[in-house]
């Protein structure tokens, strides 16, 4: 019941990460892991003769401010801890406009419960999360909680717009929501980053020393990276590269959109951007990203840093087995699916990124 114009997150990043698990084909995983058969591919990952396109930057000294490096280290310290913050549950009091309230729901047509229209303790012991005046639900659901008790069950009367793109069968019908109010939000209690909370939280490092030195060497390496492509004068774009990366854009939002059961045009009115608008950031955004890549390749180029045939295949073989794939071909057909690109181009890449990052990252003096 809840509607579908909020701003969607975007896949626009040059080495797309692949945290999802989604298989070659139709079969199901296999128990055991697949082995990585290496196919030859048509397409160059790379760019050749990348430094006759730019003026590249100085690069083998990188000048940066600790105080810069320090006070972004802290507001990745606040934006994580922020994260993982709590909230006081206040069980009393009224529902007024602006607040977040804990509610469980039943949605009845007739009398009877509709698919998709419940949270209740059963499906969602945690309840869910209303922001009053957020319009996430349909309109009139959040007006009629405002002034009631928290702590009480209320009916609240509605009726489904006359075009519901969610579920078609419910438009313009009346409905009643049965709605239990938990309890609203109240002041937000943010942790302290102490060896406990990294012990139950930060699983990945030993202790607080250990969590902000690699979090500093990492923001050390993009500050790096950022400062040479910023530098970096672009005079002309390899238009092959630009097209494709546009079409890798494209295709990564629409399965974005597709996955989420919306629309492009859902997409555009979450923004509040026309079409035009859409397409001048997609070129934008693309050029911006193959200017960062002619960066990497030109000084991989210089610096005769490659991406090995062995490195390639390690981390295929991680690929294959995050999406049960036998062939690189298959790998090759979900991306295109999904990412409108090859697993050759986006591993390539991925790969020369962090090269390229390590080698600068080690030019980089402080003051």
Do not use: W
């Not at 996955?259 to 070129?283: C, H, M, V």
Request: hydrophobic share 30%; proline share 2%.
């Amino acid at each position: 019941m809840r509607k579908t114009n909020k701003l969607f997150a975007l896949v626009l990043c040059a080495g797309l990460t692949m945290a999802a698990v989604t298989g070659c084909g139709s079969k199901e995983a296999e128990k055991e892991e697949p082995k990585a058969k290496v196919e030859k591919t048509s397409e160059d990952p790379f760019i050749k003769e990348a430094a006759s396109y730019i003026d590249l930057a100085e690069y083998t000294t990188i000048s940066l401010k600790t105080s810069d490096i320090d006070a972004e280290l802290q507001s990745q310290i606040d934006s994580m801890l922020k994260g993982s913050a709590s909230y006081e549950q206040v069980k009393k009091g009224k529902v007024k406009e602006g607040d977040t309230v804990n509610i469980y729901y039943v949605g009845k047509m007739d009398g009877e419960a509709f698919e998709g229209g419940s949270c209740t303790e059963d499906s969602m012991p945690s309840g869910y999360d209303l922001t009053i005046g957020s319009h996430t639900f349909i309109d009139g659901f959040e007006d009629a909680l405002i002034g009631k008790s928290i702590g009480k069950t209320y009916d609240i009367d509605v009726t489904f717009p006359d075009s519901y793109d969610n579920n078609p069968d419910l438009a313009g019908k009346p409905a009643v929501f049965t709605v239990t109010l938990n309890y609203k939000r109240g002041k937000q209690i943010t942790p302290k980053l102490t060896e406990d909370f990294v012990k139950e939280n930060l699983s990945d490092y030993d202790s607080v020393a250990d969590y902000k030195a690699k979090t500093r060497e990492s923001i050390v390496r993009s500050m790096a990276v950022e400062k040479v492509c910023k530098d970096t004068k672009v005079n002309k774009y390899p238009e092959d590269k630009v097209s494709r990366m546009e079409k890798q854009l494209k295709t990564s939002i629409e399965s974005y959109l597709t996955q989420n059961n919306s629309t492009l045009d859902d997409y555009l009115a979450g923004l509040k951007i026309s079409e035009e608008d859409y397409k001048a950031q997609i070129e934008t955004t693309s050029k911006q990203d193959v200017a960062n890549q002619l960066v990497y390749n030109a000084i991989a180029q210089a610096e005769n840093i490659e991406v090995s045939d062995d490195e390639y295949k390690k981390e295929l073989d991680t690929y294959m087995t995050n999406y049960s794939c036998e062939k690189e071909s298959d790998l090759d057909k979900t991306f295109e699916d999904m990412y409108g690109t090859t697993a050759n181009i986006i591993i390539n890449n991925d790969l020369l990124y962090n090269k390229i990052a390590d080698y600068l990252a080690k030019n980089v003096k402080e003051s």
